[in-house]
């Protein structure tokens, strides 16, 4: 799936990276554990999370996950947008909860980035 | 080694610590390793980075940069580690709520680091200090 279809899935708002809609992304991960993130989940995977904070992208970035999607309307600072567009980072927000994005996601075809 | 990199941390700088990571990933970017070693490296390193935040009174971390391997080594000057067994297991952690807040704490620190490197060595002396060094194959 196109990550510009996972924006429109999710109605949500692009706020860092745009150049990266046009890739493809098989699957996802939905944690607000940053240390279960670095433990359990694939590279290349969109990761979901309520959390806002900077370590967040930088989680992101050490794990290879280039798109993180904020949920429940979690915003990022403007230092946050700033820090993820030097990394190229995909960032977006959206309206839904946790458990809303990741049916959503999965109904459409998206997995779960379980690294086993 | 043909080249080395060192950096310090600061203990409980959460603004800033995660920067000495991106240095080693985006530095190994530019010597070509491989984006497989890149990111056991960046995820053992990112780890370590955290820990000293959160657990020392301050450390560093030094990487070396071999033809076969790549050496991190991640050093701090105390409180040092009283049960390394016990602070290997999954799950097991003496981290306060505001580290828990931010998404850190869960006790997969340690265990992720020596899952991600080839070889991981741990010593420790309460009063003195810490130090990991993992070793990754190119």
Redesign the interface.
């Known amino acids: 799936m196109k990550l510009k279809r996972v924006r429109d899935l999710l109605e949500a708002v692009v706020l860092s990276g745009e150049s990266h809609l046009e890739e493809d992304v098989q699957s996802g991960f939905g944690c607000d554990l940053m240390s279960d993130v670095l433990c359990f989940a694939k590279e290349d995977a969109i990761l979901l999370t309520g959390l806002v904070n900077k370590q967040v992208l930088n989680t992101a970035d050490m794990a290879n996950m280039n798109s993180v999607i904020f949920v429940r309307n979690k915003m990022p600072s403007q230092e946050m947008i700033d820090m993820a567009k030097e990394r190229n980072l995909l960032v977006m927000s959206t309206k839904y909860i946790l458990f809303e994005c990741c049916g959503i996601l999965y109904k459409n075809g998206l997995k779960g980035a379980h690294l086993r | 080694m043909s080249y080395e990199l060192i950096f310090d941390v600061k203990r409980g700088d ?2 800033t ?2 920067e000495a ?2 240095k080693i ?1 985006r530095t190994l970017q530019q010597l070509g390793v491989s ?1 497989k070693v ?2 056991k490296v ?2 053992a ?3 370590g980075e ?1 820990n000293l935040a959160i657990h020392s009174s301050g450390g560093k971390i030094l990487l070396e940069v071999g033809e076969e391997e790549l050496v991190l080594t991640i050093e701090d000057s105390g409180p040092g580690i009283a049960n390394i067994d016990l602070a290997m297991t999954a799950g097991w952690s003496t981290a306060g709520d505001e580290v828990r807040q ?8 340690l ?2 680091m020596k ?1 991600n490197a080839d070889n991981f060595q741990i010593s420790s002396k309460v009063g003195e200090g810490t130090k990991i060094v993992m070793k990754f194959l190119v």
């Not at chain 2, 931010?102 to 620190?109: D, E, H, L, Q």
């Open positions: 959460f603004d610590a995660g990571s991106r990933k984006n890149i990111r960046s995820i390193g990112y780890e955290m931010m998404g850190f704490g869960a006790g997969m620190g265990p992720n899952n």
